[in-house]
């Protein structure tokens, strides 16, 4: 039986958050926003996810620096979880840095719905023939 993808969205932006958490869902996945850095961190400890889609942009500690301490192995959370960085500027340096500490893709928030699923979809297939 296919078990449902889970992913984990940090979003500040609720109405973007919520928008993108109806479109994964209506694509099958299931979805559970958080709004900082911190409570993603909390929640990675508490359950496993088979994606992070996160800002770069949050309140207190950024996306990058998520990224950073759950790929540098902080304690309680898989470092081989897959992250997806959401922006809304398109900005190169940035897709470099993410991609360099270990995103494994890069979206901007501008991209069309049938895309930021394809993406998102083709990380978790290629998460899965690591596994």
Not at 1 to 18: G, K, N, R
Not at 81 to 90: A, H, K, R
Request: aromatic share 4%; proline share 3%.
């Amino acid at each position: 039986m296919m078990t449902t993808p889970s992913l984990l969205i940090v979003e500040d932006d609720q109405a973007f958050a919520e928008r993108l958490k109806k479109n994964l869902e209506l694509a099958h996945y299931t979805v559970r926003v958080v709004s900082s850095a911190e409570d993603a961190l909390e929640e990675l400890r508490a359950r496993s996810y088979d994606a992070v889609v996160t800002d770069i942009r949050l309140p207190q500690m950024s996306g990058l620096d998520l990224l950073r301490r759950c790929k540098q192995g902080e304690t309680g959370i898989d470092p081989d979880v897959p992250f997806i960085v959401l922006t809304s500027v398109n900005s190169v340096d940035v897709a470099v840095e993410a991609m360099k500490i270990g995103a494994e893709d890069y979206i901007t928030k501008e991209a069309e719905r049938q895309e930021i699923v394809l993406r998102i979809r083709k990380v978790l297939d290629q998460s899965k023939l690591v596994q």
